[in-house]
C-alpha cells in the first residue's frame, strides 16, 4: 500500500492539475531521481492498474498508454481536503510494521509487540522519538476528519435535540469544535485530564475541565467518546460507563460512543478493515481490542445501559447511542 501513496505524491498526480490522463514518462518526470527506472515503475503500475489504483488506456495514435486516478488512488492525494495518505504512510513505516513480525513471539509467550520490536510501548516510543510522533498525530488526525465530516452529516436528529455535551477525553477539542460549527446551539464541555485541558486551545461554546472519567464525569445532557472504550479493558470500560450514566439525566440523557463495531461474518469493506484494525491494535498496544456488537451489548449492560441503537455511517467507526432506560 505504501507504494501507492507514494505514486500519488508524485508531481503528475499529487496537484492533479493537468486535468487529463498521463503518460508514465510524465509520472517518472516527478520522481525526486536523475534517472529513475522507469521498467521497474512500469511492472509496479501494472500490478496497480489490476488492483484499481490506477486506470491505463491506449492512445489511438500510438503514443504512450494514459493513466488516471480512481476513486481508491484519490483517497490518497497530500492536497485535497480528505486524504488518506498520513495513516497510510504511517501504518506502512518500518516502525510500524516491525511490530507484525512479532505476532508469533506474543501468540507463544504473551507480551506486546511494539514492544518487544521497540523496547518500549508505542507512547513511550512517540515520547522519545519527535518524527515518530508527527507521523502518528498526522495519522490520526486525517482519519479523525474524515469520520468526523461522516458524523456531522449523519446525526443531525442526534445532535439536534442537544443543549450540553461532555466529550470526554476531548484533547485539543479539535472534533467538538467541528460538531459546534455545525450545530452552534450546542454548548460543549471539553473533559479531560487537567495538563490536558490547560493547553487547549479556547473556542467559543466550548468550556474546558479537568478530571478523571475513572472518578466522575461532568453532568449533561450527553456524554461523548469518540475512540475511547476501544482503549481500554472491559473492566475499565464499565467503570467509566457507570461513570457517564451518573452524569445524565435517567429519563432523557445517553451516550455517544463512536468506534468500531466488528462484523465478523460480514464481508464488506468496513467489515474486513475493522477486523484488520483489530489485528493492528495488537501489533501496537497494549489491551486494546475492537469489539463485535455482543460485546458492546454486554459492556453497555454492565455499566448500566439496557438499551442502545446502533447507527451506520459512512467510515469504519459507527455511533453507538446508548439510554439509562
Not at 514518462?25 to 531521481?33: F, W
Request: glycine share 6%; with cysteine; net charge negative.
Amino acid at each position: 500500500m505504501a507504494i501507492h501513496v507514494q505514486l500519488c505524491r508524485f508531481n503528475g498526480f499529487e496537484s492533479h492539475s493537468h486535468g487529463s490522463p498521463i503518460t508514465l514518462s510524465k509520472i517518472a518526470s516527478g520522481i525526486a531521481s536523475s534517472s529513475p527506472d522507469t521498467t521497474c515503475l512500469a511492472r509496479i503500475m501494472r500490478l496497480l492498474v489490476l488492483k484499481k489504483i490506477f486506470t491505463v488506456n491506449s492512445q489511438s495514435n500510438g503514443g504512450e498508454p494514459l493513466y488516471s486516478l480512481t476513486p481508491s488512488s484519490k483517497w490518497l492525494l497530500h492536497d485535497t481536503d480528505l486524504s488518506l495518505a498520513p495513516i497510510l504512510l504511517m501504518e506502512n513505516h518500518l516502525w510500524a510494521v516491525a511490530p507484525w513480525h512479532c505476532l508469533s513471539s506474543c501468540v507463544k509467550e504473551g507480551g506486546i509487540a511494539f514492544q518487544k520490536a521497540h523496547g518500549h510501548e508505542i507512547w513511550e516510543f512517540a515520547a522519545l522519538n519527535p518524527e515518530f510522533n508527527k507521523m502518528f498525530n498526522e495519522g490520526m488526525a486525517c482519519t479523525a476528519k474524515i469520520t468526523l465530516r461522516a458524523i456531522i452529516s449523519s446525526y443531525e436528529d442526534g445532535f439536534r435535540s442537544l443543549k450540553l455535551v461532555v466529550d470526554v477525553v476531548g484533547g485539543t477539542v479539535a472534533a467538538m469544535v467541528e460538531i459546534v460549527k455545525a450545530y452552534p446551539h450546542i454548548k460543549v464541555i471539553n473533559f479531560d485530564l487537567p495538563h490536558v485541558v490547560a493547553t487547549a486551545p479556547e473556542y467559543h461554546g466550548v468550556y474546558h475541565v479537568g478530571g478523571d472519567m475513572f472518578d466522575a464525569i461532568p453532568k449533561a445532557d450527553a456524554v461523548f467518546m469518540k475512540w475511547i472504550l476501544h482503549d481500554w479493558s472491559d473492566e475499565h470500560c464499565v467503570k467509566i460507563l457507570k461513570n457517564c450514566r451518573k452524569a445524565i439525566p435517567e429519563k432523557t440523557g445517553k451516550v455517544i460512543i463512536i468506534d468500531v463495531v466488528l462484523n465478523p461474518e460480514g464481508d464488506g469493506l468496513f467489515d474486513n478493515t475493522g477486523l484488520v484494525f483489530d489485528l493492528v491494535m495488537i501489533a501496537h498496544t497494549s489491551g486494546r481490542k475492537e469489539r463485535t456488537e455482543p460485546e458492546w451489548k454486554r459492556l453497555l449492560e454492565d455499566g448500566g445501559f439496557l438499551r442502545y441503537k446502533i447507527i451506520k455511517i459512512p467510515a469504519l467507526p459507527s455511533i453507538i447511542e446508548a439510554y439509562p432506560e
